[in-house]
């Protein structure tokens, strides 16, 4: 169902987490259950489906990858680190659970072979300059006319990497979504500049920030396509 919800800028989400994450608040955890269900939903066939997950080295790799653990029983699950760095015990819970990791050379065939890219690559922790550098670009680059092609469905986790989360500013290397996952409020960018463009359709997954953003004055309201919670228990 569609519903008007308020938007708020990185920092303000950010602010929001904090005292969630002081108190061991498994938000990373809730957060990558839930866009493991979301994209259970886009697989046609998960007998047979294929996933590429594009995981970078902040807390949006470690929710595509906790998300990539869950979904490798059900799935052919390949996993490409794009980042200097990378979530290691995500990464380990990936290939433990039986994700492949391929190198970038193989990017291109895992991508064209897969119903479903997941894009977590870059999220609000990139806010003051977005743009994709380095690895993750050419990349990026090179996957984008796969997408534009062939078509696997592409599922942001929080924002489209590449966007900026409170302007929507972006250059040309982002891969644009079929469905942006955004946990715990909605980033004014996903509304605003070229956020409706790039996005798709935007689910709002409650991750328990509810309370720290009571208080909180928005920047703006939109629209998303879907209010979820995410699953397990939430209290600390």
């Known amino acids: 169902m569609v519903r008007t919800v308020p938007t708020y800028s990185a920092a303000q989400v950010r602010a929001a987490e904090a005292p969630?994450?002081?108190?061991?608040?498994?938000?990373?955890?809730?957060?990558?259950?839930?866009?493991?269900?979301?994209?259970?939903?886009?697989?046609?066939?998960?007998?047979?489906?294929r996933?590429?997950?594009?995981?970078?080295?902040?807390?949006?790799?470690?929710?595509?990858?906790?998300?990539?653990?869950?979904?490798?029983?059900?799935?052919?699950?390949?996993?490409?680190?794009?980042?200097?760095?990378?979530?290691?015990?995500?990464?380990?819970?990936?290939?433990?659970?039986?994700?492949?990791?391929?190198?970038?050379?193989?990017?291109?065939?895992?991508?064209?072979?897969?119903?479903?890219?997941?894009?977590?690559?870059l999220g609000i922790g990139a806010a003051s300059d977005p743009a994709l550098r380095g690895l993750a670009r050419d990349v990026v680059e090179r996957l984008l006319p796969v997408v534009r092609e062939r078509g696997p469905r592409v599922i942001a986790v929080d924002v489209p990497s590449g966007l900026h989360p409170d302007t929507g500013d972006a250059d040309e290397v982002v891969l644009p979504a079929t469905t942006t996952v955004t946990f715990g409020a909605v980033k004014a960018g996903l509304l605003a500049g070229r956020g409706p463009e790039l996005a798709g359709d935007i689910v709002l997954v409650d991750i328990g920030l509810g309370p720290t953003l009571s208080g909180v004055t928005p920047v703006g309201e939109g629209v998303v396509s879907r209010l979820v919670r995410a699953p397990g228990p939430h209290t600390p």
Do not use: F, K
């Open 51 to 121: 996933i590429l997950v594009l995981a970078g080295g902040g807390d949006n790799g470690g929710d595509a990858l906790y998300a990539a653990a869950d979904l490798a029983g059900a799935a052919t699950v390949d996993v490409l680190p794009v980042g200097r760095r990378v979530h290691e015990a995500a990464l380990a819970a990936a290939l433990g659970a039986g994700a492949r990791r391929i190198g970038p050379d193989e990017a291109e065939a895992a991508a064209s072979a897969s119903s479903v890219l997941i894009d977590g690559i």
């Open 20 to 49: 969630l994450l002081t108190a061991g608040v498994p938000l990373m955890r809730r957060a990558a259950a839930a866009l493991a269900e979301i994209t259970r939903e886009q697989l046609a066939d998960a007998a047979t489906a």
